[in-house]
């Protein structure tokens, strides 16, 4: 093979090999921005007033990354836990200090959320345990403390 139709056959071959490698995309194929503010205008009425109470503290616009809000279900009860370590501010110092970030877990009643724990803690996690909700909470110890949710509040 003479040396040009190398290079140009091995020039066709780099060409094809570039087609058919595509970066890494979320499923809609374009890549997301961490801090979205959508996150934050998906959250229910009442959470949301709250959550935007958090603006003048934080010195800047207020976004969310996508785990900010998570969601469990269990028979006669929906349940929301915002963790503050995925959520934008200027001033970090306003919800996180050497305990944590603070994790907030609500609650829908007659289809209005409220407000049943608020704790700084390196993680929380809204778990289902034999169709009743409860709540690890993760020091920054390591240590791990569960709550079960007894229909009004969660407790040891």
Not at 91 to 105: I, M, Q, Y
Not at 130 to 155: C, H, M, P, Y
Request: glycine share 8%; with cysteine.
């Amino acid at each position: 093979m003479k040396p040009g139709k190398f290079v140009s056959t091995i020039a066709i071959a780099l060409m094809g090999l570039a087609g058919m490698l595509q970066p890494a995309l979320p499923h809609g194929g374009v890549a997301e921005n961490r801090w979205n503010p959508a996150h934050l205008q998906n959250l229910a009425p009442e959470i949301r007033a709250k959550v935007q109470k958090w603006e003048a503290a934080c010195g800047e616009p207020l976004a969310a990354a996508r785990q900010f809000a998570l969601y469990l279900t269990v028979p006669g009860a929906r349940f929301v836990a915002l963790h503050f370590d995925d959520f934008r501010c200027g001033n970090k110092s306003v919800h996180c200090d050497a305990t944590g970030c603070l994790h907030e877990v609500y609650v829908a009643t007659h289809g209005r959320y409220r407000r049943v724990l608020a704790v700084h803690a390196r993680d929380i996690r809204l778990i289902s345990d034999q169709d009743t909700a409860a709540v690890e909470i993760s020091g920054v110890s390591g240590k791990i403390r569960s709550l079960r949710w007894n229909g009004g509040r969660f407790a040891e």
